[in-house]
């Protein structure tokens, strides 16, 4: 026998969310923040599965929770995530230190070479999921956020390089986004180690001998890691940094015809981008090309997209040396920006809504509604609350609110003669005819038709 309380606890505390993690809910939910809903995730998530089938990547899952020594040793430690945003915690049952990721390259790498997974050759691969960064959230600013993640491991490039950016140019396309009016395309070159160290030599040289205009944070990098100056957002530096030694005149002859290979796969399939000398990417691991795909519609979270070449890290990580290349893009973001936009994506809305007057016997209307998913047909049965199932009214009322074309009408009279009564409830014209339930293959296709083509159907 289950015991039930007396009487309920005068006050039970309230629990919401942690700050910067959010619900992504159906549309009907109302909510008062500006965040994409569950519909706009799904599109999201179809048009990536057949962008990326178009090119050959493959799909991967690792663990949210890695050792915390992957991503020091993976982005530096003198890098904004590591130095401050990550979430880490001992696990309490036996002392390991570990992390919420803060992003899916190093634990994908981590991957790889745990499984030996280049043996083979080189590999194409995505995934998507949450991230988890402290930051203080805004729009588009989250402490839990999402990320489509996409690399191609043991690729030297750089036709690789292209392919990289122009399999986000191919999403951009799949979800009506349009290239350099709504994102546009900055890239760059990091160069090699050897040529990184000699510009940063000059950099450190040129930020000393203009110590009086850097800040404390550019101040405290200035040894440690200058070239992250460069990436900083206070207005106050701009003028210096933008005079500042640039690395493209410190790139070697392969550097250059790596980069100039890029742009050309770039301008022979018409993409137009920027080179951004000022492009530096927030982790260390990255060489040669990177690039960004950016939005002036979100204010300052414009980076949709981030990613670039890190030929070092799968070394630094300890596997067997490997070139990669790779993205990250922020879902959130992209979401946001399409719900700004307000472009088109199918309905979710289901095909037809059942309506169940009160004590209609339920047998005939739930074998015929199950014949009809079995069609294929989106079909919303009208379910009793607690009150009952309500009158027709009302279950109209809810049939039209849930966007089908079609009302499924199982009144008593049509159902003692075996029927159905459709109903059009989209063109206006009110069209109704009957249905027998005995015969449900042969007219379960007409409910899945356009609403143009309702007078015909019944
Ligand atoms: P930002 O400069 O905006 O902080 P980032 O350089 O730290 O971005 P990356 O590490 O390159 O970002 O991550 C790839 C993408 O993930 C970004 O371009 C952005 O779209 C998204 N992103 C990063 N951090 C967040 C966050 N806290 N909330 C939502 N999206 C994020
Ligand atoms: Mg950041």
Redesign the pocket.
């Known amino acids: 026998m289950s015991t039930v309380p007396s009487s309920a606890p005068s006050k039970v505390e309230k629990l919401s969310a942690v700050k910067g993690m959010n619900d992504i809910l159906p549309a009907s939910v109302p909510r008062t923040e500006k965040l994409p809903d569950s519909a706009r995730w799904q599109w999201f998530e179809a048009a990536v599965r057949n962008v990326l089938g178009r090119y050959g990547y493959q799909y991967l899952l690792t663990p949210i929770v890695e050792p915390t020594a992957l991503f020091v040793r993976g982005l530096g430690e003198v890098t ?2 590591v130095e401050k945003e990550m979430y880490s915690f001992t696990d309490s049952m036996n002392g390991d230190k570990l992390t919420l990721r803060p ?1 899916a390259t190093a634990g994908i790498v981590r991957a790889m070479i745990e499984h030996n997974a280049l043996y083979n050759g080189p590999l194409r691969i995505w995934t998507h999921g949450p991230m988890f ?1 402290h ?1 203080r959230p805004q729009k ?4 839990q ?1 999402h ?1 489509l993640d996409v690399e191609a491991l043991g690729f030297a490039g750089p036709d690789v390089d292209a392919e990289m950016i122009l399999v986000a140019r191919a999403l951009w396309r799949e979800l009506g986004l349009v290239e350099g009016q709504h994102v546009r395309l900055e890239i760059n070159s990091l160069g090699q180690p050897a040529e990184r160290r000699e510009h940063r030599e000059a950099l450190i040289r040129y930020f000393e001998q203009n110590a009086s205009v850097l800040d404390e944070d550019a101040r405290r990098r200035l040894h440690s890691n200058p070239l992250r100056i460069l990436d900083s957002k206070n207005p106050a530096m701009q003028a210096l940094i933008e005079q500042a030694p640039r690395l493209m005149d410190f790139l070697g002859e392969e550097s250059r015809a790596h980069f100039d290979a890029v742009r050309s796969a770039l301008d022979a399939v018409g993409l137009e981008y920027r080179v951004n000398p000022r492009l530096v ?3 260390d691991y990255y060489n040669l090309t990177v690039f ?1 795909w950016v939005t002036d519609q979100l204010g300052s ?1 414009g ?4 990613g670039g070449r890190y030929d070092g890290l799968i070394a630094q990580l300890g596997g067997k040396p490997a070139p990669a290349v790779g993205f ?3 879902i ?2 992209l979401l946001l920006l399409a719900q700004e936009l307000d472009l088109p994506m199918p309905s979710a809305a289901p095909d037809a809504y059942a309506i169940v007057p009160p004590g209609t016997p339920l047998a005939p209307v739930i074998a015929t509604l199950e014949a009809l998913r079995a069609q294929g047909v989106r079909v919303v049965q009208h379910a009793g609350g607690a009150d009952g199932v309500g009158s027709m009214k009302s279950q109209f009322k809810k049939a039209d609110a849930s966007g089908a074309r079609y009302a499924l009408v199982f009144g008593a009279d049509e159902l003692a003669r075996g029927q159905v009564t459709v109903k059009a409830l989209r063109d206006g014209s009110g069209a109704q005819a009957e249905r027998s339930l005995g015969e449900v293959a042969q007219w379960a296709a007409t409910l899945q038709s356009s609403a143009s083509e309702l007078a015909q159907v019944l």
């Open positions: 904004d995530i992003e960064r930051e588009g600013r989250y402490r956020f990320q990417r927030g982790m960004e979270q980076t949709v997209c981030g990250g893009l922020g959130e973001r």
